[in-house]
């Protein structure tokens, strides 16, 4: 198959193009298309066509002759190619893809962050990337019912989903019932768990539905932040107005916990978890149980630790037949939400796992820019929620 290269927000010389014209035949390659404006006309001995000298030669050409490899940075400039393309009666997947998918199996996920994160997991590991691409586009929580691209999902082969019901906080046309409807009948589905809000037990002082609380999201330094508000820390300061700081850690660290409340989220945890188990394809009470005591597989109440999406990644892996132990991402956008679990709660469900790592993998939420312990976790939200003049002004680590 004859290819064009179409490059939108990139130049012809850029290291994704030059990759891809080491490894492929460059006698295939009739052409490279450059969106903007360019005096260059060869690139390594390949044609270099302005978007105007593009729609001539379209004229000459029959369209089933070649596939058009859109090369871009940012999903706004794939969207940009694609509706210049479409203008010219040419079909997405079957005149011109997304770069990355080029002579692989599509495949999409379907669900919230835990489901991105276990994307971007397999699209690190090498045996997967080499058979499958996961196709560029909005996240599901920003999308509306037009900007869905059901197009892809009758095109893809492999779709990554959790179960979302009809009715949620997007629209029907979220559901994965209704996403099922698009996909071809040979088109591999595999059911993650979803397990957004499963892990209150661990953080009792956090509000349900805290984060999209009007008092949690505040602004700062130009900026928004997300810290969950601590309704423990809340409650002694509006009890004690004069309150000093190390008499405030002290009574966080020794007040006492609500264990029946422990003991029923707990409950209700383990049964709701089960129940997953037997519906997904993908199973994690196993995993749990055995790691429960030993690694911190939360980071808060909405979202999981990095390790347990690692091993949604690696049952994924071996349900495809695919090595499963080879996983380069690291760097998890999850943890800007990362809360402390506080030691008494830790003593109670005897976790042994040393959790001073908060906000460890994305410290810009931090306003050292660094890892906290408990001690400075109660510090920085006392100033962020500007509780006590008298941190204004000084360094914000403790003595």
Known sequence: MKMIIYCVGCNYNDYKIVNFLINEKREDVLSIVTHNATNVTNFRNIPVLTFDKFKEFLQEK??????????YNTLTEYNIAS????KLELIEFENYIQYNLFNKKLAIYWGNCHAMITAQLLSSNPEFNKIYSFYNTQNLWDCTEKNINYHALKNCELVIYQDIRENNSIGPFASSENMKKYLQEDCQLIKIPNIYGYSKFFYPQTEPNARTAVNTAFYMDNKWWLWYRDKF?????????NYSLEALIEHLKNREIDTQYLDEQIRLFWEKISRMDEQCHVKIKDFIIKNFHDKQLFIDIEHPNFILLEEYARQICSILGINCDIFSEKNCALYGHSIPIYPQVKKYFNLKWDDICCKQYKTKESLTGAMIDFDEYVKQYCKIHKYCSEFNNQELKLN
């Not at 029959?62 to 090369?71: M, Q, R, S």
């Not at 509706?83 to 479409?86: D, E, G, K, M, N």
């Not at 820390?233 to 107005?241: A, C, K, L, S, V």
């Open 83 to 86: 509706s210049c393309l479409q």
């Open 62 to 71: 029959d369209k089933k002759d070649f596939k058009i490899i859109i090369f």
């Open 233 to 241: 820390i809340d409650e002694y300061i509006e009890n004690n107005p």
